[in-house]
């Protein structure tokens, strides 16, 4: 792939997203062990939500076996939010309800991640440190989206703008009516996932392009459109998409945010990135 500028996008999708991610990139390289070595050495690593945890992790030089033993081990310091899903979703209906602008739609989103009463940000600011073996912006190009709580802008942060990683990483992992939104420079953050669940467009700019989603294809967007048509529209990179397939959407269910999730999703994610090694290794050698 000499010459060839590679992306590696991680989706968002709770913390049941992050094992999952986690353990397909392991079943990957249990299987094709050059495969997951191009991907974990990409050029360009694009994390959103949960995927920003998992592009930092691997950025971090965090082991692909490390990283899935802390997920499937029965301890852990996540936090249960303990969300009624159906609450949450009629909370995300009603604030987009009033308008069809998407700028519009997202500003009134930010109004409500917000005033929700969440835990205090020093208490998910923890939590999202220990998820990160270095706390430092790595060499490599690292790109983490997050969305202005009080503009609807779409910033992505990156090692040049000053700001620490855990803040970047928290913005873009501050899901709106869960978890508090983040400070940084005098503005409020939230989810990077809330315009698009996978920011590949942010990917615009390498040749070649893997984005794993732990959704099912087409993996649609909160705010309408879907991953798959947002690569559809890449008509200058060739990206290879890798979504959840069904007995992992079936094992995570309605809550992708419970701690619960993370050994099943992690483990099927294994099984499922050993299914699919040969696939993107056969992607990545035709680069």
């Given at each position: ?180 939104v983040v400070m940084i420079e005098g503005d409020r953050y939230m989810d990077g996932g809330m315009a698009s ?91």
């Open positions: 792939m000499d010459g060839v500028k590679l992306g590696l996008v991680l989706a968002g999708g709770g913390v049941a997203g992050i094992a999952w991610e986690t353990g397909l990139l392991l079943g990957v390289q249990d299987k094709s062990p050059d495969a997951a070595a191009a991907l974990l050495a990409a050029d360009v690593l694009i994390g959103t939500s949960a995927g920003s945890t998992v592009t930092a992790q691997i950025a971090g030089g965090a082991t692909l076996q490390e990283l899935f033993d802390a997920q499937t081990a029965a301890a852990t310091g996540e936090i249960d939010p303990e969300v009624d899903v159906e609450v949450l979703g009629q909370m995300f209906v009603d604030a987009i309800a009033g308008s069809a602008d998407r700028s519009e739609q997202l500003r009134a989103l930010g109004e409500a991640a917000m005033a929700a009463d969440t835990v205090e940000p020093a208490v998910r600011r923890a939590v999202i440190e220990a998820r990160l073996p270095d706390r430092l912006w790595p060499e490599r190009e690292l790109r983490i989206p997050a969305i202005n709580a009080q503009t609807g802008e779409l910033r992505v942060f990156g090692s040049a703008d000053g700001v620490e990683l855990i803040d970047a990483v928290g913005a873009s992992c501050a899901v709106p009516g869960v978890w508090p669940g996978s920011n590949v467009h942010l990917a615009a700019d390498c040749d070649v392009v893997v984005v794993l989603s732990p959704a099912a294809d087409p993996a649609p967007n909160l705010l309408g459109g879907s991953l798959r048509e947002e690569i559809d529209a890449m008509t200058q990179s060739r990206v290879l998409a890798i979504f959840a397939d069904d007995a992992v959407v079936e094992a995570i269910g309605t809550n992708s945010l419970s701690p619960a999730t993370r050994r099943p999703a992690a483990e099927l994610g294994r099984e499922q990135g050993r299914r699919t090694a040969d696939e993107i290794a056969a992607f990545l050698v035709t680069a």
